[in-house]
């Protein structure tokens, strides 16, 4: 059974930082396309960061120089490290694995907060 397990949210100040974890099990990890994805209230849910073919990684502009996506296939879990937060950060953030077959799993998500 595939399970997609997200951790690491709360709250922070504005310019603080959070880091994000994403456990996947059930699938092969190391080969999956693992990605954070984030929906703030009353917007669509959008990429934040997500590995590509090759294992290269992509961020959305807004969170360039910010955010730093990561993996360790030896813990099935992906991460998200987010720096210099901003308010416009707040969101639920949710973990995504495609698996080579092209299915998507998502994770329940974690909420995300900043605010002073």
């Known amino acids: 059974q595939v399970q997609v397990v997200e951790s690491g949210g709360g709250l922070v100040q504005p310019g603080g930082s959070l880091r994000l974890s994403c456990l996947a099990s059930g699938i092969i990890f190391r080969i999956a396309n693992m990605g954070w994805h984030r929906q703030a209230p009353g917007k669509q849910r959008e990429l934040a960061a997500t590995f590509t073919g090759g294992g290269d990684t992509n961020y959305a502009d807004s969170v360039k120089g910010r955010f730093t996506i990561s993996r360790d296939n030896t813990k099935n879990t992906v991460y998200l490290q987010m720096d210099n937060l901003k308010p416009e950060d707040t969101a639920v953030y949710y973990c995504?694995?495609?698996?080579?077959?092209?299915?998507?799993?998502w994770g329940q998500g974690t909420q995300v907060t900043v605010s002073s």
């Open positions: 995504r694995a495609v698996l080579a077959s092209g299915r998507t799993y």
